[in-house]
């Protein structure tokens, strides 16, 4: 939507709340007869702030739709019984939390000296709405597929006798955030490695396709571990989005969901993606650092303008023992665009952690420190315009996962191409992307000058997992410095096995080192090509194993396209290749 339309419906939004909600159709009718997108997103905001008013924003006092079901289900009976055995194995002790749709019980394993977990069940009642149950099933899927300390740990699913399905979970002996943001504002040390550990399990649920989509101090454990540490756990997944469209839509209609005021923009406005999740955690390091959060707004529409006009006071004037670069790092994962965030949660961390820390202290004090001191400051200062590059910082990661759009990660579309989303087996949520194309078509994310200079000088890998169903898929570096292209290339030999080939010629004929892969040709394999700055060769892995190495690229159609995958006709009439996922990643300098 331009910004010219977006004002318009801004307005038309505007008009209608002056009207009853059973008359805001017939309203936008009259009012705008001419534009049906406009009119159509006037009327989902309208919607989605009646809603989200009556959820979350209720002044205090006001009985809301939430209130009523949360006193209902406050007067039901406890679901299950002290000392009730499910699965024979799990002993109920109590019940030690609700929320709108669940219920959550601490139990003993007695098939392992009793150790405590967390037993999960929807409301009585409630496992028949679709919605709810589907909700669940979510996060049973979202969970068990996240491998990582910091990620709450799936222990087992089953069915109580009455026909129930429960979560089984690890239980974390700890307090929340929020409990301790009760108490004040969070050291830098301690909130240096909150964001730490906490950026690392975002990172690897991310590589797993799930959006925790709920991110907030109450979702996030802390344990003590002893000697003084503390282990980080994230808990709540229930409304996270294993990536995945309605079957047959061309767009995804997503209600919004998660606690408002730590919500992204684009949140707001029905998409979410990983970087969701970054922008959430830069609330969450905002509130930890200055006890309040970015924004306050009374509703998600004043909200949403708040993020977009991007007034936000740097943390450094609420807190005088902040370091002024920290601001850069958390107003960098407040952005209104996506784009303009960190490429990961871990990235967001480390610029954090790097931020945080002091200034070097004046000049005239290295002076009196002696030539020592004087030399060690000069080659820290070589060593970061080296790790640098003269170019200022720069993301390391390019990638996207799962079944979302690859334009969502910045990458651009070109040529004849067509995206379409594939389903996982169980039907459960989308673990892929399909790209048809009836000649070629890819797409692209360009590098800056420091991204593809670093990348040549520090080193670089690769990774995609696909499969070629007809024509050839295909991923490539190409960047502008290096004078040559790196390629790698599959399609189905004529005994149906797929064939990866790294590119050495095109002009006569494409041609280059092959490998032929073992299997059945509708299996998806992980290609994996890594650069030696060194020895400005690449090798490449199948599925763990080097397969081919020595390449060297080659030096035809150069165009600085950056980042590309795609596919492309090959003895074929049409071109279409499934993708799992494509990461680039820029190596760390060398010191």
């Not at 609420?318 to 303009?340: G, V």
Request: net charge neutral; proline share 5%.
């Amino acid at each position: 939507m331009t910004s010219g339309k977006w004002e318009r419906t801004k307005s038309l939004f505007e008009a209608a709340l002056e009207q009853g909600g059973s008359q805001w159709e017939e309203f936008l009718d009259r009012a705008c007869p001419d534009d049906d997108e406009v009119r159509k997103e006037a009327l989902r905001l309208l919607r989605e702030r009646d809603r989200l008013e009556t959820e979350f924003l209720e002044p205090p006092g006001k009985q809301t739709l939430l209130d009523r079901a949360a006193r209902s289900l406050a007067s039901d009976p406890p679901a299950r019984c002290p000392g009730e055995v499910l699965a024979e194995r799990y002993v109920v002790e109590r019940e030690i939390g609700r929320g709108g749709s669940g219920v959550v019980y601490l139990a003993r394993d007695r098939q392992l000296h009793s150790r405590p977990v967390v037993v999960k069940f929807l409301h009585a009642g409630w496992e028949e709405h679709a919605r709810l149950k589907a909700r669940f099933l979510l996060e049973i899927e979202a969970l068990s597929r996240i491998r990582h300390s910091g990620v709450v740990g799936v222990l087992d699913v089953g069915q109580a006798p009455d026909g129930r399905s429960f979560l089984v979970m690890e239980y974390v002996e700890g307090a929340t955030l929020r409990s301790l943001l009760e108490e004040g504002t969070v050291a830098l040390p301690q909130a240096t490695g909150i964001v730490d550990m906490v950026g690392e399990a975002l990172d690897a649920a991310h590589q797993c396709g799930i959006l925790h989509r709920d991110l907030k101090p109450e979702n996030i454990m802390l344990e003590p571990a002893g000697a003084g540490r503390t282990i980080v756990k994230l808990i709540d997944f229930g409304i996270a989005k294993v990536q995945y469209e309605e079957p047959g839509t061309q767009t995804e209609t997503v209600t919004i969901l998660g606690t408002v005021r730590y919500v992204a923009p684009e949140q707001l406005m029905g998409r979410s993606e990983p970087r969701s999740d970054i922008y959430a955690l830069g609330v969450v390091c905002y509130e930890m650092l200055t006890g309040r959060r970015p924004f306050e707004p009374e509703t998600p529409f004043q909200l949403y303008e708040m993020q977009r006009a991007g007034k936000v006071t740097p943390p450094s004037r609420l807190r005088k023992d902040l370091p002024k670069r920290a601001d850069h790092a958390i107003l960098r994962a407040l952005s209104f665009r996506p784009e303009n965030r960190q490429s990961s949660a871990r990235e967001f961390a480390a610029e954090f952690r790097r931020g945080r820390e002091r200034k070097l202290p004046p000049f005239r004090k290295w002076v009196r420190a002696g030539v020592v001191s004087a030399a060690l400051f000069l080659t820290a200062a070589a060593g970061w315009r080296w790790t640098q590059g003269g170019w200022g910082s720069y993301e390391h990661v390019i990638q996207t996962v799962g079944g979302r759009n690859p334009e969502d990660a910045g990458f651009q579309k070109r040529l004849d191409l067509v995206e379409r989303a594939v389903y996982n087996q169980e039907r459960t949520g989308i673990d892929a992307i399909r790209l048809l194309s009836g000649d070629q078509g890819f797409y692209y994310h360009k590098l800056t000058r420091a991204q593809a200079y670093s990348a040549m000088r520090n080193g670089w890998s690769a990774a995609a997992t696909l499969r070629s169903a007809q024509g050839a898929a295909s991923l490539d570096i190409d960047l502008t410095p290096a004078s040559h292209r790196y390629g790698l290339n599959v399609f189905l030999n004529p005994s149906g096995r797929q064939v990866v080939q790294l590119t050495a010629t095109i002009a006569d004929a494409i041609d280059g080192p092959r490998y032929e892969i073992e299997g059945p040709q509708d299996a998806y394999h992980d290609y994996h090509l890594i650069f030696d700055p060194g020895t400005r060769e690449a090798r490449l892995l199948v599925d763990g194993v080097e397969r081919l190495r020595g390449y060297h690229g080659h030096s035809e159609y150069l165009e600085g396209w950056g980042v590309v995958f795609g596919t492309a006709l090959y003895r074929s009439e049409k071109a279409e290749t499934l993708f799992k996922r494509v990461r680039f990643e820029i190596a760390e300098p060398r010191l």
